[in-house]
T-cell receptor, first 111, second 115 residues
Framework: NAGVTQTPKFQVLKTGQSMTLQCAQD?????MSWYRQDPGMGLRLIHY???????DQGEVPNGYNVSRSTTEDFPLRLLSAAPSQTSVYFC??????????FGSGTRLTVV | SQQGEEDPQALSIQEGENATMNCSYK?????LQWYRQNSGRGLVHLIL?????REKHSGRLRVTLDTSKKSSSLLITASRAADTASYFC???????????????FGRGTSLIVHP
């Protein structure tokens, strides 16, 4: 039982490049979310999903896309990276009414 | 839009002392959760308290909830150096689907426990 697995752990992108942050969970959780964490800002919700085929926007969705074709996977796509997207990204999943299980994060730097 | 805000932002204590952190929120909630984050790691769920509960315990953790004051507190008793971490509260945010809310997080309290 691996929990929530995020890859890669570190990434450096050039401005304008695109990439996909991977997130997979093996707990059959319905709910999955992506957050970004910046110094002094706490965690801000980017996108979330309440089941396969269902996604919705959070607080800071601009510049990011998500899809949920399976229960297990919830990738986050950066369409055209900008320095403002330099952050630590966390994926999390949970069952209804329970707490989140977080991945270990992806530290992204956009230069 | 952060629903919950932790107070204080930073707390420094000696090993063996108790640590108390508070969380205030703005609108009615279904539940409130507390998480711990060690430096450079993901968040770890500590405890969930529902809106109809007033107090909950888990080991050295005690969480209280006062819905009339829209506030919660996390007490860590007999703290240890290993408790050094950031602590976050998460409450129902404005994002919901299928009748279930997606938690939003505060900025956290940074706790340092000196050996």
């Amino acid at each position: 039982n691996a929990g929530v697995t995020q890859t890669p752990k570190f990434q450096v992108l050039k401005t304008g490049q695109s990439m996909t942050l991977q997130c997979a969970q093996d707990m059959n959780h319905e709910y999955m979310s992506w957050y970004r964490q910046d110094p002094g800002m706490g965690l801000r919700l980017i996108h979330y999903s309440v089941g396969a085929g269902i996604t919705d926007q959070g607080e800071v969705p601009n510049g990011y896309n998500v899809s949920r074709s399976t229960t297990e996977d919830f990738p986050l796509r950066l369409l055209s990276a900008a320095p403002s997207q330099t952050s630590v990204y966390f994926c999390a999943s949970r069952d209804r009414g329970l707490g989140y299980t977080f991945g270990s994060g992806t530290r992204l730097t956009v230069v | 839009s952060q629903q919950g805000e932790e107070d204080p932002q930073a707390l420094s204590i000696q090993e063996g002392e108790n640590a108390t952190m508070n969380c205030s929120y703005k609108t009615s909630i279904n539940n409130l959760q507390w998480y711990r984050q060690n430096s450079g790691r993901g968040l770890v769920h500590l405890i969930l308290i529902r809106s109809n509960e007033r107090e909950k315990h888990s080991g050295r953790l005690r969480v209280t909830l006062d819905t009339s004051k829209k506030s919660s507190s996390l007490l860590i008793t007999a703290s240890r150096a290993a408790d050094t971490a950031s602590y976050f509260c998460a409450t129902d945010g404005p994002y919901a689907s299928g009748g279930s809310y997606i938690p939003t997080f505060g900025r956290g309290t940074s706790l340092i426990v000196h050996p």
